[in-house]
């Protein structure tokens, strides 16, 4: 079994529907997760992180977690082209601090117009 | 600016050679990391530097020995290049202690011929 699970895709979303993204990791007393977003030919860059079980909402993104069921999630309102992106889920590992994180294999997101 | 960078971006090599790859970052950050992320995208940590400490080693083959002469440098040196070796290459740095960000470098697409 992965470590961090996440669909490959793509996944196809109409230009202003919610788009979501799931994740599932392994190892049960990991502490933080992560929502990175990478475009094609660039480096990915961090636009979500969440700690507590629940909902943590910034701008258009929402990152759900529940840890009893080992899942995170990404939901993107109202999304919009320039949301196309592969969205890595990465995964804070217990007894570690910042130092490692675990990636997912990441979801290709296309947002169609 | 305010960054991570990498040199060189792009790296073509015949196999059995040996390269390096350097990373610098200004942001003061404690931590620094390479990764490698393959032909599939994915997203795999090599190793891990805390105050040029080597902290993370991860089943990575000897061939590939990381230096690090001050904080803000973390450099990566390949002897006797492969061709599985090809893959791109991401340097990232972070705050050190708390759950703080991993920002990356553009990345170094390396190529073994």
Redesign the interface.
Known sequence: QKEVEQNSGPLSVPEGAIASLNCTYSDRGSQSFFWYRQYSGKSPELIMFIYSNGDKEDGRFTAQLNKASQYVSLLIRDSQPSDSATYLCAVNPLGFGNEKLTFGTGTRLTIIP | DTAVSQTPKYLVTQMGNDKSIKCEQNLGHD?MYWYKQDS??????MF?Y?NKEL??NETVPNRFSPKSPDKAHLNLHINSLELGDSAVY?CAS?????????F????TRLTVL
């Not at chain 2, 972070?94 to 991993?102: D, I, L, M, T, V």
């Open positions: 931590t599939k995208k994915f997203l795999k940590i891990s805390n902290i993370i991401f972070s705050a050190a202690g708390g759950k703080n960000e991993q990356f470098g553009p990345g």
